[in-house]
Structure formats: structure tokens, C-alpha cells
């Protein structure tokens, strides 16, 4: 399977995939979400490959979200518009549902959804002077995509720290360390700890960010066409 927005390599057990809008600084579009989504379906009836990586094509990992799709036209039907705005929070649930282990590897900068997408994967390897940013209140919108939850249970974002440049290749060596363990006990204490992560989580179910995010923005929607008719 081939991915308008993403690219995918792999070598064994291992599978690399790069988030592939460098023009972009690989901001999240609607496109990205359904690729990611998709190849997260493609990965649970993949029983060879143990380790997916994600990384970032390009100067840096990600600059989160697409605004520029923000002020396009969107779905008349307000289900339909309901929906679009949890894309996100389905393309989280994904990666973190993902039975392989994850790793997300971050060169340069990661913002806002960016961010979401590392706390999804199970471990995150920083380079040196990589930094994270989550712009969205100054935004005048929530940080979605059923993100707190998981951004408050991180005792220390970064799990691994490498020299710039080098993010990739000490995700790869720890990648091959995971391989080289017998892989049903690794599957089962990956299952394990996310069992007990879902217990201990009940703010997962006590809101739906999505709900908020597309009050944020149809507030936003409204504020834009009230000073239109002033103007």
C-alpha cells in the first residue's frame, strides 16, 4: 500500500515511516490523518513486523496541525462537521493501539498535533536540540485530540536523548535491541502496561475534546463573520 502523505520503508521486523510533507514542515492534514489511520489498520493483521518508527522528512518531525485547512469550507452537515473535527483523536488512538511497539523519533521541532503523535508511540527519541511546543491556547483553541490525558501521564516526554542528526539511527539501535528479545513476551508487557495506563485514565472518558474543538472553531467562524459585517 502506497501513502499520499507518508512514506514507508522496512528492514526485517522493522518498519520506518516518514511523515512526508517537507514542503509543508510536515504539518498534519486531513490527508495524514487518513494515511496514518489506514496504515495502522494495514499494521494489525501484520504479525512480521515488530517496531514501527516514526520520524519526519525534512529540517524537522512536524509543525502540527495544517491551519490552512482551517478556514476552508467544511462539511454543511453538522454530524459530518462533528466527525472531521475528532479526525485527529482517531488517528492518536491508532498509533497508541498499535499491538507493535512504537517509536517515535524527533529531529528539529515538534508542535501542537505533533506532539500528540509522539506521546501516542511508546517511546520517543529526541536529538539534542530538538524542542516541543503546544501553541494552542495562544490559538484560542483547546489541545485536542484526547491529548492531556496522555501528556499528563508522561513522567519526562523524551525517553531517549541522541546527538542532532543522529535521532533516527538510535531509534533504529533500539528498535533492533526490541527485536532481539522473544517477541510474545514483549507483546504481552506492551499489553500489559497499556492496561494498566487505561486504568488509571479516566479522563480519557470524562470529556470529548472534539466536542470542544469544533465549538472553539465554529466560535472562531462566527467572530471572523461579525467583523466582516462591521467592515
Known sequence: MTFETLTVERDGAVMTVRLNRPDKLNAINRRMHLDLQALCRQLADDFDT????????????????DTSEWGQPGPTNELELRSLSGIGSRTADALEGLGQISIAAVHGFAVGGAVVLAI???????????WFSIP??????PLSWNALPRLAREYGLVTHLAPDGKELEAARDLAARIVAKP??????????????????EMGDVAYSDGDLLLYSRLLQQRARRREKEKG
Not at 518508527?53 to 509543525?63: C, M, Q, V
Not at 494552542?136 to 483553541?141: T, Y
Open 50 to 65: 515488530r517496531v514501527v518508527i516514526l520520524a519526519g522528512e525534512g529540517r524537522a518531525f512536524s509543525a502540527g496541525a
Open 120 to 130: 501516542a508511540c511508546d517511546l520517543r527519541v529526541a536529538g539534542e536540540s530538538a
Open 136 to 141: 494552542e491556547v495562544e490559538l484560542g483553541i
Open 183 to 200: 517477541p510474545l513476551p514483549v507483546a504481552l508487557t506492551k499489553a500489559s502496561i497499556k492496561a494498566i495506563r487505561r486504568g488509571a
